[in-house]
């Protein structure tokens, strides 16, 4: 199973940025998908989450922001994020957690100027 990431780039503060992580391969009981990102010389953080159910959870920093979502028959979990701001400038991770392992997607770098 491979995660596949992108979308990311660079955008003007309060501009907008849509994320993808496509799924390779089958993946068995997925518990949760998540994405995290990691800003140059910070620990790597979680931002969002959704559940198989379609529950949804962000952190408070993103919260009102970002929206997570997922298209089952593409395999693939989304992250809409509007009104960037520069500290939202990191590489953005997606993780998914299933029954047999975790699996995660290689990055993609979102940068937002001021």
């Known amino acids: 199973v491979q995660l596949q990431a992108s979308g990311g780039g660079l955008v003007q503060a309060g501009g907008s940025l849509k994320l993808s992580c496509a799924a390779s391969?089958?993946?068995?009981?997925?518990?949760?998908m998540r994405w995290y990102r990691q800003a140059p010389g910070k620990e790597r953080e979680w931002v969002a989450a959704?559940?198989?159910?379609?529950?949804?959870s962000y952190a408070d920093s993103v919260k009102g922001r970002f929206s997570i979502s997922r298209d089952r028959a593409k395999k693939t979990v989304y992250l809409q994020m509007n009104s960037l701001e520069p500290r939202d400038t990191a590489v953005y991770y997606c993780?998914?957690?299933?029954?047999?392992?975790?699996?995660w997607g290689q990055g993609t770098l979102v940068t937002v100027s001021s």
């Open positions: 391969g089958s993946i068995i009981g997925i518990k949760v």
């Open positions: 959704i559940l198989p159910n379609g529950s949804v």
């Open positions: 993780n998914i957690e299933a029954v047999y392992g975790s699996y």
